[in-house]
């Protein structure tokens, strides 16, 4: 889910890095420059974001920070 005003917007996640992420929004919905990308429904896991390009019902995101019980986490999140 993501933050976009005036509140949450389902949207799928189709590609994620430790900078970037990439989602599917339903039709018509326009981000806002400043987004917040929620892993879980209860919104306490998830990411800080900026709109990079937002293109029909694909948008490309940087990732600017975490949120929730995540965010004292070291780097390693996304190491295999």
Request: with cysteine; charged share 25%; aromatic share 4%.
């Amino acid at each position: 889910m993501m933050t976009a005003a005036p509140g949450l917007v389902e949207c799928r996640l189709v590609n994620i890095s430790e900078t970037h992420a990439v989602v599917l929004l339903p039709d018509q919905v326009k981000l806002p420059q400043k987004c917040d990308l929620y892993f879980r429904a209860d919104a306490k896991v998830g990411r800080c974001c900026y709109v990079i390009r937002q293109t029909g019902d694909k948008a490309d995101l940087a990732i600017i920070g975490r949120i929730g019980s995540d965010a004292l986490l070291s780097k390693e999140l996304f190491q295999v």
